[in-house]
Nanobody, 125 residues
Framework: QVQLVESGGGLVQAGDSLRLSCVASGRTFSGGAMAWFRQAPGKEREFVAGISRSGGSTVYADSVKGRFTISRDNAKNTVYLQMNSLTPAETAVYYC??????????????????WGQGTQVTVSS
């Protein structure tokens, strides 16, 4: 498995931006697709964005398309999530996930075999 550590969360106001980072260690980082999920209190974990092993293919949830950007730097074992124009409804714990067998990112949590501990993002109105 890959060990994942997220950072970059915090308290921001509506309309602000944040950049999340996820540093991986363990199994070769470049071995699979990566993704970000989020989970708000009382809600199920939901897919936010995913990126292929090479970084050449990305997918986004409709709700974040055009505002969020996922990227990865395999030389630094890091995946990023740039979040712009945040809304209070996006307050959640954001999780990084790694799918060692995935070439392309999937939207299902069960497709990923390694998870970080999460980083809290709170957006105030």
């Amino acid at each position: 498995q890959v060990q994942l550590v997220e950072s970059g969360g915090g308290l921001v106001q509506a309309g602000d931006s944040l950049r999340l980072s996820c540093v991986a260690s363990g199994r070769t980082f470049s071995g699979g697709a990566m993704a970000w999920f989020r989970q708000a209190p009382g809600k199920e974990r939901e897919f936010v964005a995913g990126i292929s092993r090479s970084g050449g293919s990305t997918v986004y949830a409709d709700s974040v398309k055009g505002r969020f950007t996922i990227s990865r730097d395999n030389a630094k074992n890091t995946v990023y999530l740039q979040m712009n124009s945040l809304t209070p409804a996006e307050t959640a714990v954001y999780y990084c996930a790694a799918g060692g067998r995935l070439l392309l990112p999937g939207r299902g949590a069960s497709e990923y075999d390694s998870w970080g501990q999460g980083t809290q993002v709170t957006v105030s109105s």
